[in-house]
């Protein structure tokens, strides 16, 4: 009916408040679960016994799980010489898996598109009829953080030990709150993949990031310009079909 790995709600939607409340009911005497989907099945319960819910459900967008599975289908660590064609890069988002063998995660694996550099050919290979090795790794920019909120440091430093298990090492650190939009140190006539996440933004002027970054996007809530600041702002995107 829908896939748990991606949910997006407005505040005080009643369609997750009663699912919020089955899931309660669930637990409150259990200490396992009797099924792998149970929380699939939970909320198809809802929608079927609340008219209300059914009804909220019936108008949210369906986009098929398909696409953001793709990458994992094709297996993660193949070859993306031979399977990198055949991901729609279209897809709003790609579901991956932490469950790889990191030390098989060679420098021309399908994995590695996603974070930055899905234009560069196998590594020792040039381009046809160019003559130019592959992307520096060196151009890669990460984001750096001033403010005093932990959350805040442990993405950035999430992001930094994903590229890490591939080799990378970013060379430019840009102030995800103060810098995206100036970007100094950038080099003006180089494309610079950067893998972006976190609350965007608090200083307006310096978005959207400077037109040489190249966004490499993980979940990033959005705040209007003028809007008035709220607890949360959620990415409405979702994805349908459980796997």
């Given amino acids: 009916m829908l896939s748990s790995w991606f949910l997006a709600a407005e505040p005080g939607c009643p369609a997750i408040a009663e699912w919020a ?3 309660y009911d669930y637990w409150s005497a259990r200490e396992t679960a009797d099924d792998y989907f149970w929380f699939h099945r939970l909320f198809q319960s809802v929608c ?3 008219l209300r819910v059914a009804r909220l459900w019936e108008r949210v967008p369906k986009i098929s799980a398909d696409g953001p599975h793709r990458i994992q289908h094709l297996g993660m660590l193949s070859d993306a010489a031979t399977t ?5 890069r279209s897809t709003p988002c790609f579901k991956l898996t932490y469950r790889y063998d990191q030390a098989a995660a060679g420098p021309d694996c399908l994995l590695r598109r996603p974070i930055g550099l899905d234009d560069a050919p196998p590594r020792n290979e040039e381009r046809p009829g160019e003559g130019a090795p592959a992307r520096d790794p060196s151009d890669l920019a990460s984001l750096s953080v001033s403010t005093e909120n932990l959350g805040d440091h442990i993405q950035a430093q999430a992001g930094l030990e994903l590229l890490a298990r591939f080799g990378l090492s970013p060379r430019i650190a840009l102030d995800r709150d103060f810098e995206l939009r100036s970007a100094p140190g950038l080099d003006p006539e180089r494309s610079h993949p950067i893998l972006l996440n976190g609350w965007f933004k608090r200083d307006s002027p310096e978005w959207p990031p400077h037109p040489r970054l190249e ?7 959005l705040e209007p310009v003028g809007a008035a600041r709220r607890p949360q702002q959620r990415d409405l995107r979702a994805s349908t079909r459980s796997d």
């Fill in 215 to 221: 966004p490499q996007e993980r979940p990033a809530p």
């Fill in 21 to 23: 409340r089955a899931v």
């Fill in 84 to 88: 990198a064609p055949a991901v729609d």
């Fill in 48 to 50: 079927e016994s609340n």
